[in-house]
């Protein structure tokens, strides 16, 4: 079931909401950024977002074939989200769950992790190993 959520960076320049369903699940990626952040994400379309307020404080970070719009604010350096295409021709987010406020750590326990493996360009097959991830 969707839940509205809170986040922030560390100073709380940048904060937003979403409508979030940590129950569909969550997910870590071995890519290069990824790995070197130990990103923990929950993917939600575009419309579930709302910036409550730091667009003016966000930096952004692009690289390889730079379709993905990294996101962290420029006082703190905090990456709360990122966006990017959603395959279907719209937007989606990608946020930090671990920058959500307030969130019960009973329901970070819960909710499942997906494994994608785009250090190969394979979100269809967990990496052999996701210990470290």
């Not at 839940?3 to 129950?23: F, N």
């Not at 990626?29 to 790995?35: D, E, M, Y």
């Not at 946020?95 to 360009?121: K, Q, S, T, W």
């Amino acid at each position: 079931m969707k839940k509205t959520y809170r986040g922030s960076c560390h100073c709380g320049a940048v904060r937003y909401e979403a409508d979030i369903d940590l129950g569909q699940g969550t997910f870590k990626c071995n890519c290069s950024i990824c790995k070197k952040t130990r990103a923990w994400l929950a993917g939600v379309p575009a419309a579930d977002f709302r910036l409550l307020a730091g667009e003016d404080a966000l930096r952004e970070y692009q690289f390889g074939r730079k379709r993905l719009h990294h996101l962290f604010c420029g006082t703190c350096g905090v990456r709360s989200f990122s966006r990017g295409p959603d395959g279907k021709g719209g937007e989606m987010y990608a946020l930090r769950v671990n920058c959500l406020d307030g969130v019960d750590p009973a329901e970070l326990i819960a909710a499942p992790v997906r494994y994608f493996n785009m250090a190969h360009d394979d979100m269809k097959s967990p990496p052999a190993e996701t210990r470290h991830l």
